[in-house]
């Protein structure tokens, strides 16, 4: 087990989630269009600064990730519900980023917790194989980086905030449609998800988090 350098046990404890492993494998398995008894594996794969993840192996050699959020992570509707509309949007700007395959940004489910189901991404960590790159190697790569941050940057939306599917935020929310080519409310701007607004007893806070049209008040 991994240990912190200050208040170790009050930081596992935060990040204690106690969930139903069965019905989790469940739904992980129909979100890919299969059953149950065709999971070959259930491991845990990382501990990230906010998520747990676990890989998933089926009979067929397919592989995916499920990840959950630790109690600690806030706001959790609104946390996993803009990470997965977020990257589906990225996605379907050709961004090369994971398939999402399914998701509940609510913890009332069979499996009790919030869950994001998506695709493995097969590669090495940066960070471990740099120093063994050639210079026209990490040349070549940064090259790459700067393509896609431009693509990025050329994104525009109506407001700032944080992005979510529509159909996901409530009405009173006044989100900020993102306009799309087939004319279809899909993606919008919602509350800002910074964990400066919500740290702690700000998460009880009763003021505004956006989505902000304008820079100033």
């Known amino acids: 087990m991994s240990k912190f350098s200050y208040n170790d046990a009050l930081r596992h404890r935060e990040r204690r989630r106690a969930f139903n492993v069965s019905e989790l494998k469940r739904l992980a ?5 299969q059953k149950e008894d065709d999971i070959a594996g259930f ?9 747990r993840s676990f890989k998933i192996t089926m009979r067929d ?7 959950i959020p630790y109690p600690v992570t806030e706001p959790k509707f609104l946390v996993v519900a803009s990470e997965v509309a977020t990257i589906d949007f990225l996605r379907s700007h050709g961004i090369p980023v994971p398939k999402i395959f399914g998701y509940s940004a609510v913890a009332d489910n069979p499996a009790g917790t919030e869950y994001i189901f998506m695709e493995l991404v097969q590669g090495q960590n940066l960070g ?4 063994t790159l050639s210079e026209q190697e990490r ?14 940057f050329g994104l525009q939306f109506p407001a700032s905030g944080s992005l979510y599917y529509y159909d996901d935020l409530p ?7 993102v306009p799309s080519p087939s004319s279809t409310r899909r993606f919008c701007i919602g509350p ?6 919500w740290y702690g007893k ?8 956006g989505p902000c049209k304008y820079a100033s008040g």
Do not use: C
């Open 202 to 209: 700000r998460l009880n806070l009763s003021v505004e988090r």
């Open 29 to 33: 398995a129909l979100a890919v269009q």
């Open 43 to 51: 491991e845990k794969l990382a501990e990230g600064g906010f998520n």
């Open 139 to 152: 040349i070549t790569l940064v090259m790459k980086l700067v393509q896609l941050e431009t693509r990025l």
């Open 61 to 67: 050699g397919f592989q995916f990730v499920a990840r």
């Open 128 to 131: 471990d194989i740099w120093f």
């Open 171 to 177: 009405a009173h929310d006044y989100p900020a449609i």
């Open 192 to 197: 800002d998800t910074s964990l400066g607004l």
